[in-house]
Protein backbone atom coordinates (compact mmCIF):
# COMPACT_ATOMS: atom_id res chain seq x y z
CA UNK A 1 0.00 0.00 0.00
CA UNK A 2 1.19 3.20 -1.22
CA UNK A 3 0.16 6.48 0.81
CA UNK A 4 1.67 10.25 0.71
CA UNK A 5 4.05 11.66 3.44
CA UNK A 6 2.07 13.72 5.98
CA UNK A 7 4.30 15.41 8.16
CA UNK A 8 7.90 15.01 9.64
CA UNK A 9 8.28 12.87 12.92
CA UNK A 10 11.30 14.05 14.16
CA UNK A 11 9.41 16.71 16.31
CA UNK A 12 9.84 17.46 20.18
CA UNK A 13 6.99 17.14 22.73
CA UNK A 14 5.95 20.53 22.29
CA UNK A 15 5.84 20.61 18.67
CA UNK A 16 3.54 17.69 18.28
CA UNK A 17 1.11 19.27 20.90
CA UNK A 18 0.91 21.99 18.27
CA UNK A 19 0.77 20.09 15.17
CA UNK A 20 -1.72 18.14 16.97
CA UNK A 21 -3.97 20.71 17.49
CA UNK A 22 -3.12 21.44 13.72
CA UNK A 23 -4.14 18.45 12.30
CA UNK A 24 -7.39 18.49 14.39
CA UNK A 25 -8.72 21.02 12.41
CA UNK A 26 -8.67 18.50 9.49
CA UNK A 27 -10.90 15.53 10.36
CA UNK A 28 -13.80 14.77 8.96
CA UNK A 29 -16.14 12.96 11.57
CA UNK A 30 -19.50 13.32 9.48
CA UNK A 31 -18.77 10.80 6.84
CA UNK A 32 -21.40 7.77 6.86
CA UNK A 33 -19.60 3.95 6.09
CA UNK A 34 -21.64 3.06 3.29
CA UNK A 35 -19.60 0.19 2.00
CA UNK A 36 -16.84 -2.24 3.52
CA UNK A 37 -16.21 -5.15 2.58
CA UNK A 38 -12.80 -5.30 3.66
CA UNK A 39 -11.60 -4.15 7.24
CA UNK A 40 -7.91 -3.63 8.80
CA UNK A 41 -7.68 -4.39 12.77
CA UNK A 42 -4.17 -2.67 13.48
CA UNK A 43 -2.37 -2.73 17.12
CA UNK A 44 1.11 -1.80 18.30
CA UNK A 45 2.73 -3.28 21.30
CA UNK A 46 5.80 -2.18 23.30
CA UNK A 47 7.07 -1.86 26.68
CA UNK A 48 6.89 1.33 28.39
CA UNK A 49 10.85 2.02 28.82
CA UNK A 50 11.79 -0.61 25.80
CA UNK A 51 12.46 1.29 22.40
CA UNK A 52 11.32 -2.12 20.53
CA UNK A 53 7.74 -1.93 18.79
CA UNK A 54 5.94 -4.66 17.42
CA UNK A 55 2.95 -3.26 14.86
CA UNK A 56 0.68 -5.53 12.90
CA UNK A 57 -2.04 -5.16 10.89
CA UNK A 58 -4.53 -7.69 9.52
CA UNK A 59 -7.28 -7.56 6.93
CA UNK A 60 -10.39 -9.15 7.32
CA UNK A 61 -13.55 -10.30 4.77
CA UNK A 62 -16.68 -8.75 6.77
CA UNK A 63 -18.52 -11.15 5.05
CA UNK A 64 -17.34 -14.32 7.25
CA UNK A 65 -14.64 -12.51 9.30
CA UNK A 66 -11.72 -14.71 7.10
CA UNK A 67 -8.41 -13.65 7.42
CA UNK A 68 -7.27 -11.86 4.31
CA UNK A 69 -3.99 -11.14 5.00
CA UNK A 70 -1.35 -10.23 8.34
CA UNK A 71 1.64 -8.16 8.09
CA UNK A 72 3.41 -7.45 11.10
CA UNK A 73 6.63 -5.26 11.76
CA UNK A 74 9.58 -4.70 14.49
CA UNK A 75 11.17 -1.51 14.92
CA UNK A 76 11.73 1.37 17.21
CA UNK A 77 10.41 4.70 18.55
CA UNK A 78 12.54 7.79 19.61
CA UNK A 79 9.31 9.53 20.40
CA UNK A 80 8.98 9.24 24.39
CA UNK A 81 6.52 7.73 26.49
CA UNK A 82 3.91 10.99 26.77
CA UNK A 83 0.15 10.07 27.53
CA UNK A 84 -1.99 12.42 25.26
CA UNK A 85 0.75 11.95 22.82
CA UNK A 86 1.04 8.24 22.19
CA UNK A 87 0.17 8.60 18.27
CA UNK A 88 3.44 10.19 17.47
CA UNK A 89 5.19 7.27 19.64
CA UNK A 90 3.19 4.73 17.57
CA UNK A 91 2.02 5.96 14.19
CA UNK A 92 5.54 5.97 12.27
CA UNK A 93 5.46 1.77 13.28
CA UNK A 94 1.47 0.71 12.26
CA UNK A 95 2.36 3.06 9.23
CA UNK A 96 5.88 0.71 8.25
CA UNK A 97 2.90 -2.44 8.66
CA UNK A 98 0.20 -0.72 6.34
CA UNK A 99 2.56 -0.07 3.19
CA UNK A 100 3.41 -3.62 3.20
CA UNK A 101 -0.18 -4.57 2.75
CA UNK A 102 -1.35 -5.40 -0.64
CA UNK A 103 -5.11 -5.31 -0.38
CA UNK A 104 -6.34 -1.47 0.77
CA UNK A 105 -8.96 -2.05 3.26
CA UNK A 106 -12.40 -0.50 3.20
CA UNK A 107 -11.80 1.27 7.05
CA UNK A 108 -9.43 0.93 9.82
CA UNK A 109 -10.52 -0.28 13.76
CA UNK A 110 -7.60 1.32 15.42
CA UNK A 111 -6.43 -0.59 19.55
CA UNK A 112 -6.78 3.23 20.62
CA UNK A 113 -8.47 6.11 20.64
CA UNK A 114 -10.02 8.77 17.80
CA UNK A 115 -11.89 11.43 18.30
CA UNK A 116 -12.30 10.81 22.11
CA UNK A 117 -9.12 12.49 22.88
CA UNK A 118 -8.11 15.53 25.10
CA UNK A 119 -7.31 17.28 21.62
CA UNK A 120 -9.73 15.74 20.03
CA UNK A 121 -7.04 13.89 17.91
CA UNK A 122 -6.16 10.64 18.86
CA UNK A 123 -4.08 7.75 17.25
CA UNK A 124 -7.41 6.97 14.90
CA UNK A 125 -7.40 10.52 13.54
CA UNK A 126 -3.88 10.59 12.91
CA UNK A 127 -3.69 6.98 10.95
CA UNK A 128 -6.64 8.43 8.97
CA UNK A 129 -5.51 11.64 8.07
CA UNK A 130 -2.14 9.65 6.91
CA UNK A 131 -3.74 6.94 4.62
CA UNK A 132 -7.09 8.83 3.80
CA UNK A 133 -9.31 5.73 4.74
CA UNK A 134 -12.29 5.64 6.99
CA UNK A 135 -10.76 5.17 10.57
CA UNK A 136 -12.16 4.86 13.99
CA UNK A 137 -10.72 3.72 17.26
CA UNK A 138 -12.14 1.20 19.78
CA UNK A 139 -10.32 1.30 22.69
CA UNK A 140 -10.07 -0.98 25.90
CA UNK A 141 -10.25 1.80 28.45
CA UNK A 142 -11.38 5.43 28.51
CA UNK A 143 -8.85 8.25 27.93
CA UNK A 144 -11.33 11.54 28.65
CA UNK A 145 -14.93 12.24 28.99
CA UNK A 146 -17.77 10.76 30.96
CA UNK A 147 -20.66 8.42 30.71
CA UNK A 148 -23.73 6.17 32.53
CA UNK A 149 -22.73 2.50 32.15
CA UNK A 150 -24.84 0.76 29.13
CA UNK A 151 -26.88 -1.76 29.83
CA UNK A 152 -25.16 -4.92 30.87
CA UNK A 153 -26.75 -7.19 27.38
CA UNK A 154 -24.52 -6.53 24.37
CA UNK A 155 -25.19 -4.16 21.86
CA UNK A 156 -26.09 -1.43 24.51
CA UNK A 157 -24.19 1.93 24.17
CA UNK A 158 -23.87 4.66 26.26
CA UNK A 159 -22.53 8.28 24.97
CA UNK A 160 -19.45 9.46 26.30
CA UNK A 161 -19.43 13.30 26.64
CA UNK A 162 -16.55 15.65 27.83
CA UNK A 163 -17.79 19.57 28.56
CA UNK A 164 -21.09 19.17 26.63
CA UNK A 165 -19.95 17.22 23.48
CA UNK A 166 -20.67 13.76 22.18
CA UNK A 167 -17.24 12.60 21.66
CA UNK A 168 -17.70 8.92 21.66
CA UNK A 169 -19.86 5.37 22.70
CA UNK A 170 -19.23 3.24 25.39
CA UNK A 171 -20.34 0.09 23.79
CA UNK A 172 -21.28 -3.33 25.77
CA UNK A 173 -19.98 -5.86 22.80
CA UNK A 174 -20.64 -8.98 24.95
CA UNK A 175 -23.04 -9.62 28.00
CA UNK A 176 -22.07 -9.00 30.95
CA UNK A 177 -18.64 -8.00 30.30
CA UNK A 178 -16.22 -4.71 30.26
CA UNK A 179 -17.31 -2.59 27.83
CA UNK A 180 -15.31 -0.89 24.97
CA UNK A 181 -14.84 2.66 23.86
CA UNK A 182 -15.52 3.45 20.44
CA UNK A 183 -14.88 6.84 18.62
CA UNK A 184 -14.45 8.24 15.06
CA UNK A 185 -10.94 8.96 13.60
CA UNK A 186 -11.17 10.30 10.19
CA UNK A 187 -13.81 9.77 7.13
CA UNK A 188 -16.25 8.33 9.40
CA UNK A 189 -19.25 9.41 11.44
CA UNK A 190 -19.83 7.58 15.14
CA UNK A 191 -22.69 6.02 14.00
CA UNK A 192 -20.71 3.79 11.83
CA UNK A 193 -17.97 3.31 13.92
CA UNK A 194 -20.24 2.05 16.20
CA UNK A 195 -22.24 0.26 14.07
CA UNK A 196 -18.94 -2.02 12.85
CA UNK A 197 -17.73 -2.08 16.18
CA UNK A 198 -20.85 -4.61 17.19
CA UNK A 199 -20.77 -6.13 13.67
CA UNK A 200 -17.61 -7.35 14.11
CA UNK A 201 -17.89 -8.88 17.43
CA UNK A 202 -17.98 -11.96 17.03
CA UNK A 203 -18.70 -13.29 20.76
CA UNK A 204 -15.80 -11.62 22.22
CA UNK A 205 -15.57 -8.52 24.04
CA UNK A 206 -12.83 -7.02 21.34
CA UNK A 207 -14.24 -6.71 17.93
CA UNK A 208 -12.62 -9.38 15.47
CA UNK A 209 -10.40 -6.96 13.55
CA UNK A 210 -8.22 -5.65 16.51
CA UNK A 211 -8.91 -9.16 18.19
CA UNK A 212 -6.66 -10.59 15.33
CA UNK A 213 -4.13 -7.91 15.13
CA UNK A 214 -3.41 -8.27 19.23
CA UNK A 215 -3.15 -11.92 18.40
CA UNK A 216 -0.58 -11.65 15.76
CA UNK A 217 1.27 -8.56 17.73
CA UNK A 218 1.63 -11.31 20.77
CA UNK A 219 2.77 -14.03 18.47
CA UNK A 220 5.81 -11.72 16.92
CA UNK A 221 6.47 -11.14 20.41
CA UNK A 222 6.65 -14.48 21.58
CA UNK A 223 8.92 -15.56 18.16
CA UNK A 224 11.57 -12.50 19.10
CA UNK A 225 14.04 -13.75 21.09
CA UNK A 226 15.80 -10.29 20.58
CA UNK A 227 13.99 -8.14 23.39
CA UNK A 228 14.64 -8.74 26.77
CA UNK A 229 11.62 -9.91 28.90
CA UNK A 230 10.12 -7.84 31.70
Aim: glycine share 8%.
Amino acid sequence: MKFPTLHSWDLSPKEAIALQKELAQQIDVERPLKKCALIAGADCSYNRFSPTFYAAVVVLRTSDWSIVEAQGVIGESPFPYIPGLLSFRETPIVLQAFAKLEHRPDAIMCDGQGFAHPRRFGLACHLGLWLGIPCFGCAKTRLTGDHDEPGSNAGAVAPLHEKGEHIGNVVRTKNKTKPVYVSPGHLIDLNSATQWTLESSCGYRIPEPTRQAHLHVNQMRLQDTSEPEV
